[in-house]
């Protein structure tokens, strides 16, 4: 197959620096706060547009049918609400792990959007992508608006700020957890008091702020899952460490590559781990940027 109609795009991983559950709808759904950041870290997807009308992943990923992928599922949710008759033929280089709490399966979804939408030549706003986005799963609009937010509702209603970009050893023991597991236990804290931060947050304030929040399905995960407990205990001792979303993976905060780097080679056997850079901007809002000139 020829390679070069493929066109490259990122998929980055995101971070919650806090989450707290604020809340519980009639329906189900769990009201948060939480601020989410992006790494200048994550999968690869490359996208060859072509007149077939289907929609092809190439690279399918282990243990997921097609049809249930989010990758296919937004191509297809795009395709059918535009009316756009265009295919497109899909490969992914996935590096992040599945059930890690750092949204690969919804960045994914956003980069599918965003990508399609200019080269489908569809050209819907944002706002309108990001709508798509949340039938999906509440975290795909943080990756479509591609800017660092302090998010309200199921995550959906954002609020741009910027946080201090430090750097992040990233560790997942092995296991993955599932967010309805965690999202459905009678134990979860549904009741954490709103932060009701207006919108002149000082990006001062919410450093501040992120420091005294903590992670409300932490203790859920540690009490169910021995191996974060160990791993989050271990972490602890070198750097302020908290688990990002339902977990598994924690993120320990560093002011330099370098103090990551010496933590990161002393982590006990088995954990899988990276270094990466909080970044406030994704790096999609580029690549997209590029795409139309």
Not at 8 to 17: I, R, T, V
Not at 38 to 48: A, W
Not at 78 to 91: A, E, F, M, S, W
Not at 111 to 122: E, F
């Amino acid at each position: 197959m020829n390679t070069a109609n493929f066109i490259s795009f990122p998929s980055p991983a995101k971070l919650n620096l806090f989450l707290h559950v604020v809340g519980q709808r009639p329906n189900g759904y769990h009201e948060l706060e939480t601020v989410f950041q992006f790494l200048d870290y994550g999968d690869t997807i490359e996208l060859s547009v072509n007149n077939s009308n289907t929609i092809e992943l190439l690279t399918p990923i282990k243990g997921v049918n097609n049809s249930d992928n989010l990758i296919c599922k937004a191509a297809k949710l795009l395709q059918n609400q535009t009316k756009c008759d265009l295919g497109v033929q899909i490969k992914i280089n996935k590096i992040l792990p599945m059930g890690g709490g750092l949204g690969g399966g919804s960045s994914n979804a956003a980069t599918i959007l965003l990508a399609l939408n200019k080269l489908w030549n569809i050209n819907l706003p944002i706002n309108q992508l990001a709508e798509l986005g949340l039938s999906l799963g509440a975290d795909v609009p943080i990756f479509v608006k591609g800017y660092a937010a302090f998010a309200q509702g199921i995550g959906e209603v954002l609020t741009p700020i910027s946080p201090t970009e430090y750097w992040y050893l990233v560790s997942k023991p092995s296991c993955s957890i599932s967010t309805q597991d965690v999202f459905g236990s009678p134990d979860l804290v549904r009741n954490t008091p709103k932060l009701l931060l207006s919108e002149n947050i000082n990006n001062k304030d919410i450093d501040l702020q992120i420091e005294t929040c903590h992670n409300d399905c932490e203790t859920i995960v540690i009490k169910n899952y021995p191996k974060v407990a160990n791993l989050l205990a271990w972490l602890i001792e070198y750097a302020p460490s908290r688990m990002t979303g339902t977990g598994a993976c924690i993120f320990s905060r560093f002011n330099s590559e370098h103090e990551a780097k010496k933590v990161q080679s002393t982590l006990p056997e088995g954990i899988e781990s990276f270094i990466a850079k909080g970044i406030n901007q994704s790096p999609l809002i580029d690549a997209i940027k590029n795409l139309a000139n």
